[in-house]
């Protein structure tokens, strides 16, 4: 059945708001401008991608997609109605239920209130809490685990947790992108204990982490019918976040050759009961309450074991300690479309076999600095395509460059 696609970063934060009349912040505002063609990318034959304006139509038709993107979309702009179809956004949100409601949308392809307070309540990290402790009870004591987590529903809590580690990550129970995330150094002092009685008094709840050494990022990608079935597993997401935890961008390999990756750090076997454990857990919970992607955030962490050696006093520091290597399983979930499905719906659709690369979202801070980034690419980086059609080299945007652009979504292929 053919869809109505739309790109709305800002729905995690609409969600966590929950009024119908949010609007969300500048910043996201223009993301959701700068990347609405972003879908065209993982979109069907046929399907339709809501745009803002016309004007952006222009600015697409000279990115270099020509020979690559499908041409049969249908784009509809603000002015024009909206296909009496189902609808796949980036993420549910009672305001985007309000705006296609308005726009003439069949309230038979919207979530109900109370669809939208049961997605809310499930998207909430209390979830990843919940989902994480089983796994490491059913997992942990046979495989290379770690990870604990605390729902913290009062300050005295939170300062508990705070206090047992040196270092902790502090969250607010919706956020995403590297949002809503404080650093505690060991003790509920200000300025995180003005934030934390913030976020308690907006979301009646904090989680508290200990600090992890990350070694690496990486999801397992999963989707729901919303039929009861069992879980299905999409294939694996490598990506990269900037110091503060904010997603930059992602690699793109095969789901093989990221496995063979992770296998230098954790087991194959513990990968894979890692899967299946999450299949059961998070479908018993969603399977007939949701129907989209559902990713799952993990990062291998470095730990350090002291040898147990009979005299080593006179050894090298380097030769008391031997590293060992964890798998996180589960740093957050995801109940929406991500960068890194649709980043493995792009390698798999349109990039040579054999080929790697790196996706990326970027922000500028001026429309100038963006186009003049994406000249040199295109300069540096000329795209080359296989007889098949499929990039096998170069630079190619997957939005449009306008006048008023800051944020873009592009790839390179090595």
Not at 378 to 402: A, D, F, H
Request: charged fraction near 25%; glycine fraction near 6%.
């Amino acid at each position: 059945m053919k869809k109505n696609y739309i790109f709305n970063p800002e729905s995690d934060m609409a969600l966590a708001n929950g009024d119908a009349n949010y609007l969300p912040p500048r910043s996201a505002r223009r993301m959701a401008i700068d990347l609405a063609f972003l879908p065209v990318w993982y979109a069907d034959n046929e399907d339709t991608v809501l745009i803002p304006g016309s004007d952006l139509l222009y600015y697409w038709s000279k990115t270099s997609t020509s020979r690559i993107v499908r041409t049969d979309i249908k784009w509809i702009t603000e002015k024009e109605p909206i296909p009496n179809q189902p609808c796949s956004p980036w993420g549910w949100n009672p305001s985007l239920v309000k705006y296609l409601k308005l726009r003439g949308l069949s309230e038979e392809f919207l979530p109900s209130t109370e669809d939208m307070g049961t997605l809310r309540q499930l998207s909430g990290r209390h979830t990843a809490v919940e989902i994480l402790r089983l796994t490491m009870q059913k997992l942990a004591p046979v495989h290379p685990l770690v990870g604990t987590s605390a729902l913290c529903l009062t300050e005295e809590s939170i300062a508990h947790e705070v206090g047992q580690w040196a270092e902790t990550m502090l969250k607010a129970p919706w956020s995403s992108s590297g949002k809503g995330l404080r650093r505690g150094q060991g003790q509920y002092v200000s300025p995180l204990s003005g934030w934390c009685a913030r976020t308690l008094a907006q979301q009646g709840a904090v989680v508290v982490e200990p600090l992890y050494n990350k070694v690496k990022d990486f999801a397992m990608e999963f989707y729901s019918s919303g039929d009861g079935s069992p879980l299905k597993f999409v294939g694996y997401s490598s990506f990269v976040t900037d110091t503060n935890g904010a997603y930059e961008g992602n690699r793109l390999m095969t789901d093989e050759a990221i496995e063979e990756d992770l296998t230098a750090f954790v087991p194959r076997d513990t990968l894979h009961q890692v899967c299946t454990c999450l299949q059961r857990l998070i479908g018993e919970r969603v399977s007939t309450l949701y129907r989209g992607y559902i990713g799952v955030d993990m990062m291998i962490c470095r730990t350090s074991a002291d040898r147990q050696e009979e005299d080593n006093s006179l050894a090298p520091e380097s030769d008391k300690r031997e590293e060992e290597y964890r798998l996180h399983p589960c740093v957050e979930i995801n109940l929406r479309m991500n960068m890194g499905v649709a980043a493995h719906i792009l390698y798999e659709r349109y990039v040579a076999p054999g080929c790697t690369g790196r996706f990326m979202v970027e922000y500028y801070p001026t429309p100038d600095a963006l186009r003049e980034a994406h000249q040199q690419r295109t300069e540096e980086y000329p795209l080359q395509l296989s007889p098949e059609g499929r990039i096998c080299q170069g630079y190619q945007p997957l939005t449009p460059v306008g006048k008023e652009t800051q944020y873009i979504a592009w790839i390179i292929i090595d």
